[in-house]
């Protein structure tokens, strides 16, 4: 009777039991190899005369990953104090440096995130960079898109495909997008992956391809689009 009632309780609350959300809370359980994989956010907060910095980031316990995501912080941090941590803005405001994280993928073989870095030295809004960072749990080791395809080849089918897209989408100038949008590789480097694992994002940094109005842009690619490419 206790088995029936929490097969009815699992699958009348289905639709809540199992969505999942790209706004991960502060920590998060997966598992690898049946032990529990977790994170917890870590917070850097730094207060100066002539600059503030807040910082959110992940803490995994897992050391080839956790020392990556350190020395991204700390180069991020060190760049933005040489650059502008003696210089002061009007009215006598600070720089501030700020970056938050989000976990497009937590599972059992793959970490990916996405870190949204936000400087403000004065002016109409800060400058916003974004930087995506990706994991093979099995193999331990962190993976550039360069890593997953043959060759070159994918550039072209991913440059046209998002050239396609931010046409019709009307985003920009045409010769903007063609441009920001073209077969290079640091134009498709900030990937991630979907919650399933079957889709690629590829993440556009304002100004890359459209105004800063329009945001930070994506493209999503199913991983059966892009077979012919891949090595694996």
Do not use: C
Not at 24 to 34: E, G, H
Not at 192 to 197: F, K, R, V
């Amino acid at each position: 009777m206790i088995l029936g009632f929490l097969v009815y309780f699992v699958f009348k609350n289905k639709d809540n039991f199992f969505k999942k959300d790209i706004n991960q809370p502060t920590s998060t359980t997966t598992t690898l190899n049946s032990l529990p994989i977790s994170f917890e956010t870590k917070n850097i907060i730094k207060d100066e005369n002539t600059y503030s910095i807040n910082i959110n980031y992940p803490y995994f316990k897992i050391n080839f990953i956790d020392k990556s995501i350190n020395d991204f912080i700390n180069e991020q941090i060190n760049s933005f104090v040489n650059d502008f941590g003696s210089n002061k803005i009007f009215n006598d405001n600070k720089n501030t440096l700020d970056i938050v994280f989000d976990p497009y993928l937590i599972s059992n073989d793959w970490v990916s995130l996405r870190f949204n870095s936000v400087i403000y030295t004065g002016g109409a809004h800060g400058n916003q960079q974004i930087s995506t960072k990706n994991f093979d749990l099995s193999n331990q080791q962190e993976v550039e898109l360069k890593d997953l395809f043959k060759n070159d080849a994918y550039l072209t089918f991913l440059s046209s495909r998002a050239i396609e897209k931010f046409t019709n989408d009307n985003v920009s100038q045409a010769s903007w997008i063609q441009d920001g949008a073209s077969a290079k590789y640091e134009n498709f480097k900030n990937f991630t992956y979907t919650q399933d694992s079957q889709t690629m994002i590829f993440h556009f940094n304002p100004y890359q391809i459209a105004p800063y109005s329009e945001g930070i842009l994506t493209l999503e690619i199913k991983r059966t689009e892009l077979m012919d490419f891949l090595k694996h």
